[in-house]
């Protein structure tokens, strides 16, 4: 009844700090003709898109408008899902298991430089409440790191080097900025983000779009296309960061348990694990979760965002590392033999909504 | 052949300008509320939530992460829509894919929007592209303006005939306990002589702007019949978009031709062949009493340039050939995230013969449009049979 869907094309835009010579929808284009070439069909093939971004970032409503003619939509189907990445593939991966698509496009983007992220996200508190002590996203954070440093007994030189291991693997992706080195003692001695997270704990504010191009089986059979396949999926969101404790991910370990069983997959360990850590802390809290020693070559051969990809592109980003990987044309990041992939994604304070895709490789 | 899914349940809030009693988590939850207690169901049989609105409108970030208690309590997949006007018919369709896909067995849709809290026209002014189009974009008023000024100019449309679509949607609202606008004694003179807001569009010839939400519970095929004594089968879905610049596409708003491909293609998928005929009833986003006869052509109610002709001859009428918003539709009741998920819950409604005092009687199949951001469509036919 259901049919099988298949990644069969990947592109990644040029990320940077700053993308001064591009707007959102030329951005979108390098990332959709690379993907487009790669499974090697033209927009007008594409049945469908479904596209991931965030107006609060883009400072405009409607924010998928502006990505409306590179995505081919005209007198076609596009929805968009504000959130991660990996929520508008598994939208995507619903529309055609059901059959109603057969060739369809996945697309985020974000210019995170454009916009001033505290005063947006200080917007996704309660505005009668919290938003008088202005807060951010980093303040959560900062109150995570505590919590799980206290509940793992992880320090925050632990989660310092896997900055500088982020970082290193970046310089190995092509599509990614590099990033200047760093040493675990310049991460803890950068200047204070929210206690105890220091600047350099973060990942850096980027501009980029990746775009998928997936089929459902009979087209990637006739195509003679390279696919991954989907097997699972699942997205879950927790209680609101005040209603929980946020040395826990309950909404990870949902999501990954019912993506797994969507696989049918006996053990949830992969051989290739992307991880959405957009803090050091948030590696050493989510990789164990998802079944990877964080340490492990295993575990983001991209570098991840911490390497410098923007939240909504990071989950999409992280599915074409993990695409690449099981075609095995993952260049020097290549994990050898590897068939089995997770993808994660997160977005929300102290990460509510998490994503996960787990992927395969052709038989 | 996938499963099919099934309306079973809905619930709005009664809409006003101003909703001062509640906060917006409570506004949703006052829908969610009573779309459970149709049913007399509790929040535990839904295995996930689609929501959608535009989230500038109120300056709210991610508002579904902060009010997620009042979609039902975290602890289930939350997927958060933003496609403008469309969005609660593209929450409606999403519910539909994820429900025939097999990922979910019952998911609840959600729109809503709060529009005294912000500024709604000022953030539709954003949509325009910031170097050519924002400095003569003047939010949703002049858009509507420039498409009214196309279509008289073809159709030979006149104000009074505009007029008639307001009169009938203001009365149409009187018998529908959840509208804003009512009007019991409305008249042609009246719409004619209100405030001119962008010629040819008077201030009666808009759309309101609302505060409020809706609702509607989604479940596969073998729940629905359970769940729902007579389930809302949705037989089709669409999606179709247009130029995004106004400047590629003069006559776009005009010629609808997002509305033309998306409500072709659900014809097409349930074999309606003459839509006047095989309808029984339609709840079209009609922002602009204009808006609302360029439609009729454009979904294929009536030839090229006989919008007028069928208000004029009451055939939209209730009680008409082919009633078209019996519920009083967006001109009476527009909380922009919800409005469009009022659409599919009013054809809904009707399909399942709980409209109420406005209800087409013996209504089976029906037509529910959503139309947003830059002239695009999404289309559902919902049946009272299983497709």
């Given amino acids: 009844m259901d049919h099988r869907v298949a990644v069969i094309g990947v592109g990644l835009s040029a990320h940077a700090r700053r993308r001064r010579d591009v707007d959102y929808a030329e951005l979108a284009l390098e990332a959709i003709d690379a993907a487009l070439a790669d499974a090697g069909i033209g927009l007008p093939d594409v049945e469908h898109a479904v596209t991931a971004s965030m107006d609060f970032l883009d400072g405009r409503t409607i924010a998928s408008m502006s990505v409306a003619e590179v995505v081919g939509s005209y007198c076609k189907p596009e929805s968009r899902v504000v959130g991660d990445g990996i929520g508008a593939l598994l939208y995507a991966w619903a529309r055609m298991r059901t059959g109603a698509y057969r060739l369809g496009l996945v697309v985020a983007h974000a210019k995170e430089s454009q916009g001033r992220p505290h005063i947006i996200s200080r917007a996704a508190f309660d505005p ?65 983000l929210a206690a105890p997270l220091r600047e350099l704990d973060r990942a850096p504010l980027t501009d980029g779009a990746c775009a998928l191009v997936v089929a459902v089986d009979d087209v990637v059979r006739s195509l003679g296309a390279d696919p991954v396949w989907i097997a699972g999926s699942a997205v879950d969101t927790d209680a609101y960061w005040l209603d929980r404790d946020l040395a826990r991910v309950d909404a990870l370990e949902r999501a990954r348990d019912r993506a797994v069983a969507l696989a049918g997959w006996d053990d949830p360990r992969a051989d290739v694990v992307e991880v959405g850590a957009a ?3 948030q590696v050493l809290q989510f990789a164990p979760v998802l079944g990877v020693d964080p340490d492990s070559p295993a575990c983001n051969p991209s570098g991840g965002r911490l390497a410098g990809t923007p939240a909504v592109v990071a989950g999409l980003d992280a599915v074409a590392e993990c695409v690449q990987q099981l075609r095995g044309r993952a260049g020097s990041r290549q994990v050898p033999g590897a068939r089995r992939a997770l993808a994660h994604g997160w977005h ?16 | 052949m996938a499963r099919r899914s099934a309306i079973v349940a809905t619930g709005q809030t009664d809409f006003v300008a101003r909703r001062l009693d509640v906060s917006i988590a409570e506004m949703i939850r006052e829908a969610v ?14 295995d996930a939530v689609v929501i959608g609105n535009m989230e500038l409108f109120e300056g709210l970030h991610m508002p579904e992460q902060l009010m997620v208690a009042a979609l039902g309590g975290g602890g289930r997949p939350v997927y958060k829509l933003n496609t403008g006007g469309t ?22 849709g959600i729109g809503y929007e709060k529009q005294s809290e912000g500024d709604s026209q000022g953030n539709i002014t954003t949509v325009g592209d910031p170097i050519w189009e924002r400095s003569v974009m003047a939010g949703a008023i002049g ?12 159709s030979g449309v006149t104000a009074e005939q505009a007029a008639k679509v307001a009169v009938k949607a203001r009365r149409n609202a009187c018998l529908n306990p959840h509208a804003h606008l009512k009007k019991p004694n409305i008249t042609v003179e009246e719409v004619l002589s209100s405030r001119m807001l962008a010629a040819p569009v008077r201030l009666l010839d808009m759309c309101p702007t609302s505060d409020g939400a809706a609702a509607a519970l989604f479940a596969a095929e073998d729940l629905a019949p359970r769940l729902a004594p007579r389930p809302a089968w949705v037989a089709a879905t669409a999606t179709a978009h247009d130029q995004q610049f106004m400047g590629d596409s003069p006559r776009r708003l005009a010629d609808m031709r997002s509305l033309q491909a998306a409500t072709r293609t659900v014809y097409r998928a349930v074999g309606i062949s003459d839509p006047r005929r095989d309808l029984d009833v339609a709840e079209i986003y ?66 399942m013969g709980e409209a109420g005092e406005h209800q087409v009687p013996g209504a089976r199949t029906a037509l529910a449009t959503g139309y947003g951001g830059n002239a695009w469509t999404e289309a559902l036919i919902l049946t009272s049979e299983r497709p």
């Fill in chain 1, 128 to 192: 009668f409440t919290e938003q008088l002590l202005d807060p951010d996203e980093e303040v959560v954070a900062g109150f995570a790191a505590q919590r799980f440093a206290i509940a793992s007994g992880r320090s925050a030189a632990d989660a310092a080097a896997q900055v500088v291991r982020a970082r290193a693997a970046g310089r190995r992706h092509p599509a990614l900025e590099d990033l200047p080195e760093v040493t675990v003692d310049d991460v803890l001695s950068s200047p204070l």
């Fill in chain 1, 279 to 281: 803090y050091g802390y």
């Fill in chain 1, 348 to 363: 929300g304070l102290g990460a509510q909504t998490h994503a996960v895709a787990a992927l395969e490789a052709a038989a």
């Fill in chain 2, 33 to 46: 509320d009573r779309c459970l207690a149709q049913r007399d169901l509790d929040g535990s049989r839904v």
């Fill in chain 2, 87 to 108: 969005v609660g018919a593209s929450v409606a369709v999403m519910c539909d894919h994820l429900v025939r896909s097999g990922l979910h067995d019952v998911v609840l």
């Fill in chain 2, 143 to 154: 858009n509507f303006a420039v498409m009214a000024s196309t279509y008289v100019n073809e």
């Fill in chain 2, 286 to 351: 009609e922002p602009a009493t204009y808006a609302e006869l360029a439609m009729y052509e454009n979904c294929g109610f009536c030839e090229r340039g006989k919008g007028g002709t069928l208000i004029d001859e009451g055939v939209t009428e209730l009680g008409g050939e082919l009633p078209v918003n019996p519920s009083g539709g967006v001109l009476s009741t527009n909380a922009v995230g919800a409005t469009a998920l009022v659409r599919v819950i009013e054809a809904a409604l009707q399909v």
